[in-house]
């Protein structure tokens, strides 16, 4: 496998050159970049099947550089020291990633799913990702892929979420309802950092949202009028949270 490594840190372009030769002889290493402008021409004139990328660069950032791209026809593997929720935010997107400094195990779990198909969802999903790393948490929008297109939806607008098997229900205020052929764990991993609380193995709530406790049912009487399920092993840490947001 042909790859290249876009990096502004030469110290970090280093470490990984070197462990490629190291941990994955199977990887050709073709060219170092220390920026997304030198990475636009490497890409174009290699034909990389593997792209190691910082996210965060001066001048072209990875998405800058990504965007201008044609036709993304190669695997990325973000080479990052965000912090966790980032680190949530990316594996939202279904993307990899490395995080710095960089484990020799986890770089040979990279490589080896780089010789999977590619996804064809590519840009959708760095489309996410930026919109994630870049707005702050409170003006976080949460991107929902659904048959009839993809919608940012404000987390505000979100009343609760329902699972069902891959696919996730999203009731929204105003009566609106969406379906993304998601997991609710999927969600559930970005959300918890907006308020959001599994009260159910199929139930994901925004707390915000939750009127009350309906202990003769063992459910969350929501804004909108709906029961939610609260499960038993959960109940203690649910009843916590409505006592904390009062």
């Known amino acids: 496998m042909k790859a290249i490594i876009v990096d502004d840190e030469l110290h970090c372009r280093e470490v990984l050159s070197m462990m490629l030769e190291m941990y994955c002889p199977e990887v050709t290493l073709l060219q170092e970049c220390e920026d997304g402008y030198v990475a636009l021409n490497a890409i174009k004139i290699h034909k990389p099947d593997i792209v190691f990328m910082d996210i965060e660069m001066p001048g072209m950032n ?77 003006e976080f929008k949460l991107m929902i892929s659904s048959s009839e297109g993809s919608y940012f939806v404000p987390t505000p607008d979100i009343i609760y979420a329902e699972g069902h098997s891959n696919y996730t229900h999203f009731h929204l205020t105003r009566g609106r309802k969406l379906i993304a052929s998601r997991t609710l764990l999927e969600f559930e991993n970005l959300l918890l950092d907006h308020g959001f609380l599994r009260v159910h193995k199929s139930n994901l709530v925004n707390i915000h949202y939750v009127e009350r406790f309906i202990s003769k049912n063992g459910t969350l009487l929501m804004k909108d009028g709906i029961e939610v399920e609260v499960s038993r092993r959960r109940k203690e840490e649910v009843l916590n949270a409505i006592f904390k947001k009062y």
């Open 62 to 138: 990875a998405f800058d550089t990504l965007q201008k791209v044609n036709e993304i026809n190669f695997h990325i593997i973000f080479t990052t020291a965000y912090d966790q929720y980032a680190i949530k935010a990316i594996k939202f997107s279904a993307l990899d990633y490395l995080l710095k400094p960089i484990d020799a195990e986890e770089l040979k779990a990279a490589i080896q799913k780089a010789t999977e198909p590619l996804q064809p969802a590519i840009p959708l999903q760095l489309q996410q990702l930026q919109h994630s790393l870049q707005n702050p948490v409170n």
